[in-house]
């Protein structure tokens, strides 16, 4: 699978551009701010219907214009597939394949598999346990369309229950018979969300491991953890006996939404003691073992993102990226820089068939 064209237009800072891409390497060079990263954003958009940095549609339109569309040409399993996003404002997005607009954005999820690797992935060491949550979530819905609608009624009973709680807090009177349906929903559903967490996380560990060790040179171990209120036993029961913490509370207290990934360094999190360095192998490492881990579910190759990966690096760390992403174990990959420094170490290893493109003032244009 691979895209074979591209059509962008008012997104973001790129008002009008269509390019061709190479069916290997795509490389996006230009300053910082020039745009580059919006063209990989908005391959992510095609793939997932929303932006990587911004969820709100309309913060993506090019200052002036009230609409944007993107329109991707790829090849899949030998067949020509369009689709085309578009957001207009105060009307609702759409999004179409071979010009059959879609009822549930989710059922696109999954049919082209993308892994990014961006400086925003920070967020999951830094940030709060949602962003780990949705890395696993982000990951398991792209090979399994099940999980995704699991994740979409448990949210929704979730939602729910929680209303309800809040009432039972304003009338101490009001109907309890409720509470019961929607535990019954959150265990159905939550219970099938964990046993694949759990299973995603147990075959990431040792392809995480492997992409970590051949970066580093075996300088550190590292690893992931799985944390869940529901390793402790019946997630039904675990709802009937926390009923008045939730209702002092007003919401569920209880669940795999409260669900943790720990990432450790030396068997501590790395995000207490890990330095940048060693922060941005870990996360390109795991995102590499994401990719593999796709690969080998889904039997196709993901598109690669790489959105200005050798920052932060030292110089055998690069080169031992740069050795991986050359592999025949990758397919189509677009990758980003300032400078051509990083990027001809690749080229000169990878095969000649490779596009490289100026990108200025959201203007694209591409080089000899």
Known sequence: MHLKNLTVSNFKNIRETVITCSPRLNCLIGNNGA????ILD?????????SFFISIDQMNICHGEKWFMIKGIYERSGMEEEIVCGYQDGQKKQVKRNSKTYKRMADHIGLLPLVMVSPNDAVLILGGSDERRK?????????????????????RALLQRNNLLKQMAADPLTEMGMLELYDEQLTIAGERIY???????????????????????????VGLEYLSDLSNGSYDQSLKSSVEKDKAAQYTTKGIHRDELVLTLGRFPIRKLGSQGQ????????????????????????????DD????????????IVKMVSGEQFGQIFITDTNREHLDAILHSVTKDYHIFRVTDGNITRES
């Open 195 to 221: 046993r694949n967490r759990n299973a995603f996380i147990d075959q990431l560990i040792p392809v995480f491991r492997k992409y970590y060790s051949a970066i580093s040179a075996d300088a550190e171990e």
């Open 135 to 155: 890395f696993m979530d982000g990951v398991i819905s792209q090979y399994d369309a099940a999980y995704l609608d699991d994740l979409l009624r448990y949210n």
């Open 309 to 320: 990966i050798f920052d932060k690096l030292d110089k055998n760390r690069v080169e031992q």
């Open 42 to 50: 908005a391959l992510y958009y095609l793939s997932f219907t929303k």
């Open 35 to 38: 745009g580059k990263t919006n």
């Open 279 to 306: 922060q941005k192998t870990y996360l390109v490492a795991l995102k590499l073992a994401q990719f593999e881990f796709i690969r080998q579910i889904a039997g196709v190759k993901p598109i690669l993102l790489l």
